[in-house]
C-alpha cells in the first residue's frame, strides 16, 4: 500500500496474520507489472489491506494481481481499500462517498462460507473509510452481482445503506468494508483465511521476512515501511503475501 511514495504495511495487520501462523510479507506497490506472474506462483492467498487514496500505479498492480488470483482460483482477503479495489476491479466505475456510521453491521445472506454459524451483528466494527459503494449501486452494477455475494450491509451517518462485506460467487474472494484486524473478536476471520490457504502445495520458506522497526505513518498507526520493487529474496514461496 503506497503512503508519500513508499510502500507500507500497518503492524497491527501483520500480527493479526502471525497469531494464526499465517507469514506474512509485502508486495512494493511499484512491483513491476511483469514480475506479478512469479509473484502470485509463489503464493498462497493475497490479501489487499486499507490504506488512504488509490495511487493509480498501486491500481495497476491491485488489478493485475486480482486477475492473476482470478486465474489461479487463489484466496483473497480485501480489507476496507481493498475491499474498495476489488469493487473496481469487478467493473464498479467509481466509488461513493460515504459519511462513516455508527460501525453496525447487518448480515443479509446466510449462504456464505466464511460467516457459517457466525454473527457479525453482535458488536460494532471498526469503519476507517470515506468512500464505498451504496447498497443500490452494488445491486444495479450487474459486473458485481455476476461476481459477488453480498454478505453484510451497514448504514452511513445519514441513515443511507451501503455494501460492507462480499464473497465471490465462484471465486475464494472476501472483502469487508471495516477492519477485522482492529477487532479481537473477530480473529476468527484470519483463521477461516488460513483454512483456504491449505493444499496449495507451495511449501514454507525457511526464511520468514524480516521485518524492521515500525514508524507512525497513516492514520497514526504504527506501520512498517519498505522502498522499491520486489527483489530475489521477497519473491520466494511463502504462506502469504500482502
Known amino acids: 500500500m503506497p503512503f508519500k511514495g ?3 504495511i500497518t503492524k497491527t495487520l501483520v500480527d493479526w496474520f502471525k497469531r494464526v501462523s499465517i507469514e506474512v510479507i509485502p508486495i512494493p506497490f511499484t512491483t513491476p507489472l511483469k514480475d506479478a506472474q512469479v509473484v502470485v506462483k509463489g503464493i498462497d492467498s493475497l490479501c489487499l489491506q ?3 487514496e488509490i495511487h493509480p500505479i498501486y491500481k495497476k498492480l491491485a488489478f493485475k494481481m486480482l486477475d492473476l488470483a482470478s486465474d489461479a482460483k487463489l484466496p483473497v482477503f480485501g480489507i476496507c481499500h481493498g475491499f474498495q479495489m476489488m469493487l473496481l476491479w469487478a467493473g464498479l466505475k467509481g466509488l461513493d462517498h460515504i459519511p462513516r456510521g455508527p460501525g453496525s453491521v447487518l448480515q443479509v445472506s446466510c449462504d456464505s462460507q466464511i460467516l457459517k454459524g457466525r454473527d457479525l451483528t453482535v458488536s460494532s466494527k471498526t469503519f476507517l473509510h470515506d468512500y464505498g459503494v451504496y447498497h443500490d449501486t452494488f445491486v444495479t452494477t450487474k459486473s ?4 459477488f455475494r ?3 450491509v451497514s448504514e452511513d451517518r445519514d441513515g443511507k445503506v451501503y455494501a460492507s462485506g462480499i464473497e465471490g460467487l465462484d471465486l ?3 472483502g469487508f468494508q471495516f ?3 482492529l477487532d479481537r473478536g473477530l480473529d476468527w476471520m484470519a483463521d477461516f483465511f488460513k483454512s483456504q490457504m491449505r493444499g496449495s502445495g507451495h511449501p514454507v520458506s525457511e526464511e520468514p521476512y524480516a521485518f524492521g522497526k ?3 505513518l497513516w492514520e497514526k498507526k504504527q506501520c512498517y515501511v519498505f522502498p522499491g520493487r520486489t527483489g530475489h529474496q521477497n519473491t520466494r514461496k511463502r504462506r ?3
Open 150 to 152: 453480498l454478505l453484510t
Open 144 to 147: 458485481l452481482t455476476k461476481t
Open 50 to 52: 486499507g490504506g488512504p
Open 6 to 8: 513508499v510502500s507500507f
Open 240 to 242: 502469504n503475501k500482502l
Open 214 to 216: 515500525p514508524v507512525v
Open 172 to 174: 475464494p474472494f472476501w
Open 179 to 181: 477492519h477485522p484486524e
